[in-house]
């Protein structure tokens, strides 16, 4: 089956790029989602990158896809101490007509931001 | 909007109640998921409703009944829990669960957290 598998722990001081990498196995994959989890809370939807694109950007985010092997990264600009939170990284799984479409994550990077 | 709006935040129950927890989006989404999520884990799937029928079922155990009495709304019955089961419960929602066309985004709402005593 699918595998995503991503670092556990990141920690940078404040001000500095983040990035944070994540692999996958299933070479059909169609879109990869970054998400984010702050304590006790929901996950919340940061980026999502098309499979035939390489990079994409959103204000502080760069997502970069290597999909020959088959690599993902999350780069934040200027991370910000508001940024600590736990990030996933998923892979859209097709499974068919009316079969519904699955998400497998990542074990998630706990980002630490220091002042 | 993209908001999945989930009660109770909280819910402490003992091995012999009977509890719900519900859910609820109007984004016109037409796939709502529920996922179980211990702590320092990744979410992990239960159920898939595609247009309001069950699709996918995750060998979850039958002490968990899930329910889609409409396309906005989506149940989860709990019934002789077991103190393993305690985590926090997600709700998500996309557009459609049908395969082809459209990034079919899932949408999560805060979750309940679950204790069972």
């Known amino acids: 089956g699918e595998d995503v598998e991503q670092s556990l722990f990141l920690s940078v001081r404040e001000g500095d790029s983040s990035v944070i990498n994540c692999t996958y196995t299933?070479?059909?994959?169609?879109?990869l989602y970054w998400y984010k989890q702050e304590p006790g809370a929901g996950l919340q939807l940061l980026t999502y990158?098309?499979?035939?694109?390489d990079m994409k950007q959103d204000q502080r985010l760069t997502v970069l896809l290597n999909k020959k092997d088959k690599h993902l990264s999350l780069r934040i600009a200027d991370t910000q101490t508001g940024d600590s939170a736990i990030y996933f990284c998923?892979?859209?799984?097709?499974?068919?007509?009316?079969?519904?479409?699955?998400?497998?994550f990542g074990g998630g990077t706990r980002l630490m931001v220091k002042p | 909007d993209t908001e999945v709006t989930q009660t109770p935040k909280h819910l402490v129950m003992g091995m012999t109640n009977k509890k719900s927890l519900k859910c609820e989006q109007h984004?016109?989404?037409?796939?709502m998921y529920w996922y179980k999520q211990k702590a320092k884990k990744p979410p992990e799937l239960m159920f898939v409703?595609?247009?309001?029928?069950?699709?996918i079922n995750e060998s979850v155990p039958s002490r968990f009944s899930p329910e889609c009495p409409n396309s906005s709304l989506l149940n989860l019955h709990l019934h002789a829990l077991q103190p393993e089961d305690s985590a926090l419960y997600l709700c998500?929602?996309?557009?459609?669960?049908?395969?082809?066309?459209?990034?079919?985004?899932?949408?999560f709402g805060p979750g309940t957290r679950l204790t069972v005593l």
């Open positions: 998500a929602s996309s557009q459609s669960g049908l395969a082809g066309g459209g990034t079919d985004t899932q949408y």
């Open positions: 299933d070479s059909s994959s169609t879109y």
């Open positions: 990158i098309f499979s035939n694109m």
């Open positions: 998923a892979d859209l799984l097709l499974r068919g007509c009316n079969a519904g479409n699955m998400l497998t």
């Open positions: 984004m016109g989404h037409r796939a």
């Open positions: 409703y595609s247009y309001e029928k069950l699709s």
